[in-house]
């Protein structure tokens, strides 16, 4: 398989499922957890059945019934409302008591806007300082063709996971940073070693031509790529399997990830590197004429 | 007996580790989503928009221990964010709505005269004990003053005795709590003794005692607002703890299992490291005192990807080391030599992202970077120290020499 030469096609299959989803972004945004957007979440247990219908009803004396109401098996209802007071939270306790008869409390979480706004900000500040540093360490260790392509091939992987958490609604919370920067850890992880055989085989031959150079090396860590990726992917089922509801999305977004680092990995990365070298050479070259 | 070695070696770390286990386990602090509890984040505010000094912050986290001492928590977590934050994790306890209420109350008592002057504030009592009424059967609130509550006392009830008639409206000492009046009692007497009842408005016992209770700890230095407030239920707590371990358990198996396919001998003994890599970081987070959330969790179990990463890095290039013609043993050796530099710069990076992590995430999230971090450490010591120490010992001494028992081929 030629990764190289094909790069368009490699970028332009990545830019099809990124760009209808920051199109989605754009538009719908992301649906926001009560972490980011502030707000309340109520999930109940009951001991008799329950439907929504009837939840919906005792949530109408409190002016709430047009809020998520949402099943979550074996009498488990989960209720998401704006931030409500501590007095009103109880009130509405204990109307489902007096209504519905024993119940555990299974979660009842609170979070005011001014918290959702500083999670944001120190996510984004996170991506920012953890990209940069991986720039600083790739520029140190390799140079800094290797460390641009590397950290666009993460950025790549972040957007794709973006793209898809937009795409399909998937709820958004705090840990939604840590997915991101663990996708960037892994993406980086998995470019390195493949940069890191370009590099070697660049040292052992000199004269060799760059694009047949790259596939070669992408060729020789291939098994290695996809053999993490599997064994990565198969950690992430098991707790998509058996982890129970709140890390599903967590795990399935880090699946997403993975996939994508592991294309980016193969497909994105080290062709962007040759393209980075190359016209930088080329205004090299240039400059050096002018001179 | 060219085998006895290597065998008593893993012999002793399965069987060191089979015992440690439980021990290890029992030991490691489980965060709230795993056992239930509350995590409170309160705000600081001055009625009259002041500013809030250190020193109100260190008063209110002084009352806010001893009102969570009442609660009986056994490793609650107290402390101050910033400049007007309070975070407050009650791990475990079984109320957790009770707790919230408790937390967040001012529990501000006054005593008033008639003419709404306040003579005594909570800060003038000595003792409060929730009580049932042996009279009247109602549960009550007995006051104990302290020394200069109870000379103001005496003053106060003296002068009203003298003041005004009995009977006279005026002649009142209203206990209010939080700005609102809980009971009004006629002044009989002079009371000299310092002790006083709140009486009236309770629904049991069980809420006299807990007032007590907040009265004994003090009022609140200022108001607080709850801005953050997360409970989860014991049942929640331990069913997500029974399905991690399961998830666990699983994703260990299947990548042990996907690692005996590709790499034979060596994939057994990167399964073997991966049990000791496990072990590793039990051990660490039992002995760091780590709390381990579900995110944790999640992290622990994508760090097994990373740990597998080291090791397939290393066993692939042992392969091609082994096509390039070298014997076994030299291609062990060079395989190892060759990936360890591959291998640090690929973890080193890691490390960064979980680092960056850890000082901006939050709760949880910082559970996740923290067991992230000590797997990729234990990978690192368990691909460059334990898995090389057995294969070399299988191959420098001629154990095995079929490069098949290697996957080769596959």
């Keep these: 398989m030629d990764f190289v030469g094909k790069w368009k096609i490699w970028f332009a299959i990545s830019l099809l499922a990124i760009i209808p989803g920051l199109i989605i972004f754009g538009i719908k945004g992301l649906n926001y957890g009560i972490d980011f957007a502030g707000g309340n979440i109520l999930e109940l247990q009951f001991e008799n059945k329950v439907s929504t219908g009837q939840v919906r009803n005792v949530l109408k004396d409190f002016g709430l019934e047009k809020n998520p109401i949402q099943s979550a098996g074996e009498n488990r209802i989960i209720i998401r409302t704006p931030s409500l007071s501590e007095e009103k939270s109880r009130e509405i306790i204990d109307a489902f008591e007096k209504e519905f008869g024993k119940m555990n409390i299974l979660r009842n979480e609170r979070v005011d806007a001014v918290i959702g706004r500083e999670i944001t900000y120190k996510g984004i500040l996170a991506l920012v300082i953890s990209s940069l540093l991986i720039l600083l360490y790739m520029s140190y260790r390799f140079e800094f063709n290797f460390a641009a392509a590397g950290v666009i091939a993460l950025l790549h992987d972040v957007l794709f996971v973006l793209a898809f958490t937009a795409i399909f609604q998937l709820e958004v919370d705090s840990s939604f940073i840590a997915v991101v920067l663990t996708i960037i850890g892994y993406s980086i992880n998995d470019t390195i070693v493949v940069f890191d055989r370009i590099r070697e085989n660049l040292r052992i031959q000199k004269k060799k031509d760059l694009s047949l150079l790259v596939n070669e090396s992408i060729k020789q860590t291939m098994t290695r790529t996809l053999n993490t990726a599997g064994a990565t992917c198969l950690t992430l089922v098991a707790l998509i399997l058996f982890g129970g509801e709140t890390t599903k999305v967590f795990a399935t977004l880090l699946l997403v990830g993975t996939v994508a680092g592991t294309y980016s990995t193969i497909f994105i990365a080290s062709p962007l590197w040759i393209i980075f070298k190359t016209t930088r050479e080329k205004r090299g070259k240039i400059q050096a004429q002018k001179a | ?410």
């Design chain 2, 1 to 410: 007996m060219r085998w006895a070695k290597i065998i008593a070696v893993i012999l002793i770390i399965l069987v060191g580790g089979y015992f440690a286990f439980e021990p290890i386990l029992n030991n490691i602090n489980l965060g709230l989503d795993l056992q239930g509890g509350v995590h409170v984040v309160l705000l600081a505010e001055k009625p009259e928009g002041g500013k809030i000094t250190k020193q109100d912050m260190q008063q209110l986290k002084a009352v806010m221990t001893e009102r969570v001492d009442e609660l009986g928590v056994a490793e609650p977590v107290i402390q101050i964010e910033g400049e007007r934050r309070l975070i407050i994790e009650l791990p475990g306890v079984k109320d957790p709505e009770k707790a919230v209420d408790i937390i967040g109350r001012t529990a501000y008592l006054e005593f008033k005269t008639y003419d709404g002057r306040t003579i005594l504030t909570g800060s003038d009592l000595s003792d409060a004990k929730g009580v049932i009424n042996p009279t009247t059967n109602e549960p009550i609130i007995d006051l104990q003053l302290n020394e200069r509550g109870t000379k103001v006392f005496a003053k106060t009830t003296s002068e009203l005795v003298k003041k005004y008639r009995e009977g006279d409206p005026r002649r009142v000492i209203s206990i209010y709590l939080d700005g609102k009046m809980l009971t009004s009692p006629f002044v009989k007497d002079v009371i000299s003794n310092g002790r006083a009842q709140i009486s009236g408005g309770f629904k049991d016992y069980d809420e006299a005692a807990n007032l007590a209770a907040l009265l004994r700890a003090g009022a609140l230095p200022v108001n607080v607002k709850v801005v953050e407030k997360r409970t989860v239920g014991p049942i929640l707590g331990a069913d997500s703890l029974v399905k991690s371990k399961r998830a666990v358990f699983y994703g260990f198996l299947l990548v042990m299992l996907y690692m005996l396919f590709f790499y034979r001998v060596p994939g057994l003994v990167a399964g073997f490291s991966l049990l000791v890599y496990g072990l590793l970081i039990l051990g660490v987070l039992a002995a760091i005192n780590a709390t381990l959330t579900l995110p944790g969790i999640a992290g622990f179990l994508l760090s097994i990807g990373m740990a597998v990463d080291a090791n397939v890095v290393i066993y692939e290039r042992i392969k091609e080391e082994i096509r390039s013609g070298k014997t076994l043993r030299a291609s062990v050796e060079a395989g190892f030599k060759r990936s360890l530099l591959t291998v640090m710069d690929a973890n080193i990076t890691n490390l960064l992202a979980a680092a960056v992590l850890f000082k901006f995430g939050t709760g949880p999230v910082r559970g996740f970077a923290v067991t992230l971090s000590i797997g990729v450490l234990a990978s690192l010591f368990t691909a460059i120290v334990l898995t090389r120490y057995i294969l070399r010992e299988l191959t420098v001494k001629d154990l095995i020499n079929n490069p098949k028992l290697f996957g080769f081929g596959l």
